[in-house]
């Protein structure tokens, strides 16, 4: 074999490791990723089925339900609102009325199954996916009011 058949064989194994190692990281990236959906989303089907997402919005005064660490209440982005079961010990600023985002799957009853429940941190931050969502149903319902 001449030296340079043997550079070029070193130079095609080199780049085919490079794109099996590259298509590997993209994989792991892709089945890793978390989308963030607001109510209206999901219940639009927009929201995968059968993937895990991030479900933001508001927790719905009134709609809290505890028994032990099971907890039930619902989520709402003022326009449509989804109900949330989780079992675990739920994050200190966990409160009605306050912002919420839940990371979990929709079941086949369209209730959202939650793995991990994150609360606001402080009096005036909420999540900038879940800010955006409100804002977005906020505006969808006031163009459907002034339609009428």
Do not use: C, W
């Amino acid at each position: 074999m001449t030296p340079r058949r043997k550079r070029l064989l070193l130079v095609a194994g080199i780049a085919a490791a490079m794109s099996l190692a590259t298509a590997l990281v993209l994989n792991a990236l892709r089945s890793n990723m978390v989308f963030f959906y607001s109510p209206s989303q999901v219940a639009a089907k927009e929201a995968p089925a059968g993937r895990s997402f991030r479900l933001g919005g508001l927790v719905e005064r009134g709609s809290v339900q505890r028994d032990g660490l099971a907890v039930r209440f619902i989520v709402t982005d003022t326009v449509r609102s989804i109900p949330v079961r989780y079992r675990g010990a739920l994050p200190d600023l966990f409160k009605e009325g306050k912002g919420v985002v839940a990371q979990g799957q929709v079941d086949a009853a369209g209730v959202f199954i939650a793995r991990e429940v994150l609360a606001k941190h402080d009096e005036n931050y909420m999540p900038p996916e879940a800010g955006d969502a409100l804002n977005r149903a906020r505006a969808g319902q006031l163009a459907v009011e002034l339609a009428r």
